[in-house]
Each structure stands twice: as C-alpha cells, then as structure tokens.
C-alpha cells in the first residue's frame, strides 16, 4: 500500500490543487477542535477535485470531504488519510435565478440576492457555513429553508457528475438525499427567487443578523444550535400534552425546551460549555476537546431520553 508520502506527491501533480500534511483540523472547524489529518486539499476545480479522488482510491486512501467547517465534530485524533475541500465560490445571477458554487459562504449568497433585489433567501442570513452544507442540510430559519429555492443541484456521485431537481433531492426538515448519501459531493446550486424591494430585503436580513450574532457571536467557538428541532406532528402525544402552547413555534418545538427541562443551561465538561442562556448552544470556551464535546452531548440525549422517552438528534457532522 503507497505510504503518505508517496499519496501526497501524486496529488501535488495535479494542477490547481493545494496539498498539506499533518494539517491541523482544529484550524478548519468553527468549533476549534480537531487532531490533523495525514493529508489535507484545497481546490476550487472541479476536474482537480475529480482527479484528487480518483488518486485517493488508486492509493487506497481514505478520503473525507468537508465544507466550511462550521457544523463538525472532528475527533481529537484527527482524520488517517485525506481531507479534500471544494471551494469554489462563484456567484452568478441570471434575472431571477442564481447559481452558487458550494464553496460559497451562505451570507455571502444571502447578500447577493438581497442587493439584487431577489426574494427567498434572506431570512437565512447569519447561518454559518458554505452553499453546498446548507443544502446537505436543508439550513433554514424563521419559518424558511433553503430548499423552497433550490431549482437544481449539480453533484458528484462518486462515479459521474449528475444533476438533481428539487423533487429527486428528496428534501425535507433539515434533510436532503445528500445527507443519505455521503458520498455525494455537491458542485454547484441553482436557485429561483422572487423580485422584491432590495432596501426591504436587506432591513430583513439586517435585522435577523443582529440577533443570531447576540446569540450566536461570531468569535464564538460554536456550531450554532446542537440539535434539530422537533415537529410537533412526529411526538407522541403523551409528550406533545406536555409542551406549552408558547412554545409552539410554526408546528415546531425547539429542542431547548427540551434541554431546560433537563438542566442543561450553564453544564460543562472541561472547556466544553452549554450557554447559561441558551440550552441548545454548546461551545469550545478555550482549550475544549472532542472526546468532551461528545461526552457532553451524550449527557444531553440521555437525560432527555430518560424524562421524555425521546431522541434529541444532532445537527452537527462527525469525522474520525
């Protein structure tokens, strides 16, 4: 079997492609945590990509792909083999349509389509992460997901480039058929928004952004929110009796309530903290680890299955 080494200088042959090794993954997730991985790529070619998989399976390494790095959990050991990012972050608009690359941060699109006075997109401003995440997820907020705009996706499906419309993406409640398929790697989004007033449109936009960044700093070592939410038409009943009708928020339940009810707020493990004002945000407050980051939420989901008899699910990826 090729040795590191030996996979690291097939991958520095191919054009427009940046290759490391032993890099650090804590440098590349926003919760600041993460060993390195034996080799890591960056590129936004898709035929450099293409080429960079098809020498990690020639050589036998394993390869994982990751976005921005917003919403993982990356083990304390790091990854044995190669990270590989797309990052390409092309923005192009085309009356009422956009094509986004997935390298593209999500508040850059969100702005994009605001300035441009295109309609659909910006109740998403201040979520994390890049374009093809944000699909992999259906990301959304206040009453609104990506999904409802998302024409066509443009993907790798680990043999050929394909293409999806909305309806084969199979999209629903922070779901997607690419989050059952990992080893689909979105290239690029189109999208179809509305015309509106671009000044009204950024007010929107604006004022969510204020509040997710009290709540969510961006210096903050956090994924944002831990866990989904609940549908209230998937409880059962003998749970759905408990939950106040305040709390009800567009036939969902936030997973913090659930969490308070728990005692969540203010918990930690080492450096790994639960807001004391928000029980559904975990962060890194220095020096925090995987293994703590994990232990704690596996406090969470038991004290919640304990009381409750249910699942709190993570929003968050895994990697090693």
Same mark, same amino acid.
């Given at each position: 079997?090729?040795?590191?080494?030996?996979?690291?200088?097939?991958?520095?042959?191919?054009?427009?492609?940046?290759?490391?090794?032993?890099?650090?993954?804590?440098?590349?997730?926003?919760?600041?945590?993460?060993?390195?991985?034996?080799?890591? $790529?960056?590129?936004?070619?898709?035929?450099?990509?293409?080429?960079?998989?098809?020498?990690?399976?020639?050589?036998?390494?394993?390869?994982?792909?990751?976005?921005?790095?917003?919403?993982?959990?990356?083990?304390?050991?790091?990854?044995?083999?190669?990270?590989?990012?797309?990052?390409?972050?092309?923005?192009?608009?085309?009356?009422?349509?956009?094509?986004?690359? $997935?390298?593209? $941060?999500?508040?850059?699109?969100?702005?994009?389509?605001?300035?441009?006075?295109?309609?659909?997109?910006?109740?998403?401003?201040?979520?994390?992460?890049?374009?093809?995440?944000?699909?992999?997820?259906?990301?959304?907020?206040?009453?609104?997901?990506?999904?409802?705009?998302?024409?066509?996706?443009?993907?790798?499906?680990?043999?050929?480039?394909?293409?999806?419309?909305?309806?084969?993406?199979?999209?629903?409640?922070?779901?997607?058929?690419?989050?059952?398929?990992?080893?689909?790697?979105?290239?690029?989004?189109?999208?179809?928004?509305?015309?509106?007033?671009?000044?009204?449109?950024?007010?929107?936009?604006?004022?969510?952004?204020?509040?997710?960044?009290?709540?969510?700093?961006?210096?903050?070592?956090?994924?944002?929110?831990?866990?989904?939410?609940?549908?209230?038409?998937?409880?059962?009943?003998?749970?759905?009796?408990?939950?106040?009708?305040?709390?009800?928020?567009?036939?969902?339940?936030?997973?913090?309530?659930?969490?308070?009810?728990?005692? $969540?707020?203010?918990?930690?493990?080492?450096?790994?903290?639960?807001?004391?004002?928000?029980?559904?945000?975990?962060?890194?407050?220095?020096?925090?680890?995987?293994?703590?980051?994990?232990?704690?939420?596996?406090?969470?989901?038991?004290?919640?299955?304990?009381?409750?008899?249910?699942?709190?699910?993570?929003?968050?990826?895994?990697?090693?």
């Amino acid at each position: 079997m090729p040795t590191t080494e030996e996979t690291q200088l097939r991958l520095a042959e191919i054009p427009n492609l940046t290759v490391s090794a032993h890099t650090p993954l804590a440098c590349y997730t926003r919760f600041g945590i993460g060993g390195p991985a034996d080799l890591f $790529a960056e590129t936004r070619d898709e035929q450099a990509f293409l080429a960079a998989v098809a020498a990690a399976r020639e050589s036998g390494t394993p390869v994982c792909v990751t976005g921005g790095g917003t919403n993982l959990i990356v083990s304390d050991l790091g990854f044995r083999g190669l990270v590989l990012r797309f990052s390409e972050d092309t923005l192009q608009a085309d009356g009422a349509r956009i094509a986004a690359g $997935a390298g593209a $941060a999500l508040q850059d699109l969100v702005d994009f389509a605001n300035h441009r006075g295109l309609q659909g997109l910006e109740t998403l401003a201040g979520i994390p992460g890049w374009v093809g995440a944000a699909v992999y997820g259906n990301a959304g907020a206040y009453g609104h997901s990506i999904s409802e705009r998302v024409a066509a996706v443009r993907f790798f499906d680990g043999a050929r480039v394909r293409m999806l419309v909305n309806r084969q993406c199979e999209f629903r409640y922070r779901e997607s058929i690419f989050k059952r398929h990992k080893e689909w790697i979105i290239f690029q989004v189109e999208l179809t928004l509305d015309a509106a007033s671009a000044v009204e449109l950024e007010r929107i936009s604006a004022d969510i952004l204020k509040v997710r960044n009290e709540k969510f700093p961006p210096t903050m070592k956090c994924a944002g929110s831990i866990f989904k939410n609940f549908l209230l038409r998937e409880l059962p009943l003998a749970v759905a009796a408990e939950v106040p009708a305040a709390v009800v928020r567009e036939g969902k339940i936030p997973a913090a309530w659930f969490l308070e009810q728990v005692g $969540a707020k203010g918990m930690q493990l080492g450096d790994i903290h639960v807001a004391a004002y928000h029980a559904n945000l975990i962060y890194n407050a220095g020096q925090g680890t995987a293994r703590d980051l994990c232990a704690l939420i596996a406090e969470l989901k038991r004290r919640v299955r304990e009381r409750f008899g249910i699942e709190v699910e993570e929003e968050v990826q895994y990697v090693g």
